[in-house]
Nanobody, 115 residues
Framework: QVQLVESGGGLVQPGGSLRLSCAAS????????MGWYRQAPGKQRELVAT???????NYADYVKGRFTISRDSAQNTVYLQMDSLQPEDTAVYYC?????????WGQGTQVTVSS
């Protein structure tokens, strides 16, 4: 059974940093593009960043230069390093694993940026 388990969310002050992790199990990790998405209250879920296996990373314009996505194939884990966080980054952050056949989501982790 496929599981994507996110961790690392929390409350942080503006300008602060957080690192999210997503541990994947039940999938062939290298066969999936891994990604992070977020959903703020009253808004649609939106792309944050994606990282294919061995390919180029992709970032939404609103996080470029502040967020960094990476993956560790030995740990079947994808990370999102978030720096210079702003209140508008407040959202539930979801891990995603997708390819041409399948698409899986984690349960989400809350990130709140507030003073």
């Amino acid at each position: 059974q496929v599981q994507l388990v996110e961790s690392g969310g929390g409350l942080v002050q503006p300008g602060g940093s957080l690192r999210l992790s997503c541990a994947a199990s039940g999938i062939i990790f290298r066969a999936y593009t891994m990604g992070w998405y977020r959903q703020a209250p009253g808004k649609q879920r939106e792309l944050v960043a994606t990282i294919p296996s061995g390919g180029r990373t992709n970032y939404a314009d609103y996080v470029k230069g502040r967020f960094t996505i990476s993956r560790d194939s030995a740990q079947n884990t994808v990370y999102l390093q978030m720096d210079s966080l702003q209140p508008e980054d407040t959202a539930v952050y979801y891990c995603n694993a997708g390819n041409s056949l399948y698409n899986y989501w984690g349960q989400g982790t809350q990130v709140t940026v507030s003073s």
